[in-house]
Nanobody, 126 residues
């Protein structure tokens, strides 16, 4: 089992940057693919980015591709989401999630993830 705690959210102007972090408990972090999802008010939770267990494979939603970068440090049990060129439509609660899967897998569907953090608010002002 793994527990996830996100941090790094906040208020930023459009065009600015934020880096989210997600710290995981336990000694089996490298057995999980890690993902970031977000949920805006009145909308369904949507996939943002995912990274395979070793960090060697990543996948992004079209809405963030080229602006966001997911990375992980398995020695620190942490996954990051670097968000650049932020837009007001990026405003949402951002969640990290863990999926116990094969080494190269980059799961996209939320149902593939068995563990979730509590979320961190990101607000982008225009």
């Amino acid at each position: 089992q793994v527990q996830l705690v996100e941090s790094g959210g906040g208020l930023v102007q459009a065009g600015g940057s934020l880096r989210l972090s997600c710290a995981a408990s336990g000694r089996t972090f490298n057995t999980y693919a890690m993902g970031w999802f977000r949920q805006a008010p009145g909308k369904e939770r949507e996939f943002v980015a995912t990274i395979a267990r070793t960090g060697g494979n990543t996948y992004y939603s079209d809405s963030v591709k080229g602006r966001f970068t997911i990375s992980r440090d398995n020695a620190k049990n942490t996954v990051y989401l670097q968000m650049n060129s932020l837009k007001p439509e990026d405003t949402a609660v951002y969640y990290c999630a863990a999926s116990q899967t094969s080494i190269w897998d980059v799961p996209i569907g939320a149902t593939r993830y068995g563990y979730w953090g509590q979320g961190t608010q990101v607000t982008v002002s225009s």
